[in-house]
C-alpha cells in the first residue's frame, strides 16, 4: 500500500477518515533537534532512522487530510525541566488554529508542575504525553503524585512512551507506570508503541485497568518487527482489546522511516477481521474523546 490508496483503505472499511491519537507537531526550534536526533539514530540503535516526511508545518497538515486523517494529535513532550509550560502554550495554540487537531500538552517532574497542568487542564487540554524513556524520570516521584491524580479525576488521557523500545531506559517497562495505576486506577492511560518491547505485560495492564489503551505506534511494521517482533501467541488477546474498545490508531507521523500507509497495512495483516480495524482506526478514539469528528 502506498498513501494514496489511504482514503481507499479506510472508505472500504465504511469509515468517514481515521483518528490517528500518536502524531507530532513540535515547535520548530525543538522539531529541528529531534530531528537531529534521528538523523544520528544510526549509532544509537544499530540502524539508520530517516524521517520520511520532513516537509514544512503546513505541508504536513496538508497531507494529513489528504491522507484522511480527521483527527490528530500534536504531542509535544518535555524530557527536561523548564520546557512543559512553552510547550503546552505552543501545543494549544496550534491545536486552537489547526482543524483536527487534539489540544495536547506534556508535563515533566518538577516544582509548578501540578500548576501548570492545572491551567493546561482549564485551557481545553483533550490529551497528554510523558515519554519515560527520553525524559529518563520515574513516573512514581511523589513530585508527579497529585498530577496523575487530577487525571484521573478529570479522565483526560496521557499518552506514555512507557515500553523499552528502541532503547531501554531506568524507568521503563510495565512496572514503574503499573505501580502508578494501582495507586490511581481510574488514569486514563494510553500506552505507546503498544509497549513494545515488553507487549505481554502492557497487555495485561489494559486487561486489568478499565481505561489502560494501548496505541498501535510503529507496532507490527517492519521497522519494528525487526527490532521487537510482536508474538503471534498474543494476537487473540489484542484482537480482544481492540474489539473491547481498548486499542488506538498511532502512528508517530512525521518522525517514521517509512510510508504513513505502511502503519495501516501492518495492521490489515494482523488478519484480525474488518471490524477489529474498524474499531482501532477509529471507534475506540471516537469514543474516548467522546467526539464524532467531521467526515
Request: aromatic share 10%.
Amino acid at each position: 500500500m502506498n498513501d494514496d490508496e489511504v482514503p481507499a483503505f479506510w472508505a472500504g472499511l465504511g469509515l468517514p477518515g481515521l483518528f490517528d491519537v500518536h502524531t507530532h507537531f513540535l515547535p520548530p526550534r525543538m522539531e529541528r533537534r529531534v530531528w537531529a536526533h534521528f538523523a544520528m539514530a544510526g549509532p544509537l540503535l544499530g540502524r539508520p532512522w530517516p524521517i520520511t516526511y520532513k516537509l514544512r508545518l503546513p505541508e504536513r497538515v496538508a497531507l494529513m487530510d489528504r491522507l484522511g486523517v480527521r483527527v490528530f494529535s500534536a504531542l509535544a513532550y518535555a524530557h527536561k525541566p523548564d520546557m512543559a509550560a512553552d510547550l503546552n502554550r505552543w501545543s494549544l495554540d496550534f491545536a486552537a488554529r489547526t482543524p483536527g487537531c487534539l489540544r495536547s500538552a506534556t508535563f515533566f517532574p518538577e516544582p509548578g508542575v501540578l500548576g501548570y497542568t492545572r491551567a493546561a487542564l482549564a485551557a481545553g487540554a483533550q490529551i497528554f504525553k510523558v515519554h519515560l524513556q527520553v525524559g529518563g524520570f520515574d513516573p512514581r516521584t511523589p513530585e508527579l503524585d497529585d498530577v496523575w491524580g487530577r487525571l484521573a479525576e478529570t479522565g483526560v488521557p496521557v499518552v506514555v512512551h512507557a515500553g523499552s523500545g528502541p532503547v531501554a531506559a531506568g524507568f521503563t517497562g510495565p512496572g514503574p507506570i503499573g505501580q502508578v495505576l494501582a495507586r490511581h486506577p481510574d488514569l486514563a492511560v494510553i500506552v505507546a508503541h503498544v509497549g513494545a518491547p515488553e507487549y505481554d505485560g502492557f497487555l495485561s495492564l489494559a486487561e486489568t485497568y478499565p481505561r489502560v489503551r494501548l496505541d498501535t505506534t510503529m507496532a507490527f511494521t517492519d521497522f519494528f518487527e525487526e527490532m521487537a517482533p510482536f508474538p503471534p501467541g498474543l494476537r487473540p488477546r489484542l484482537r480482544s482489546l481492540g474489539l473491547s474498545g481498548k486499542v488506538l490508531l498511532g502512528s508517530d507521523f512525521p518522525n517514521i522511516p517509512y510510508a504513513y500507509a505502511h502503519q495501516l497495512e501492518s495492521l490489515a495483516r494482523l488478519d484480525l477481521g474488518e471490524d477489529w480495524l474498524r474499531a482501532v482506526c477509529w471507534e475506540n478514539a471516537c469514543d474516548l474523546f467522546g467526539m464524532t469528528p467531521r467526515g
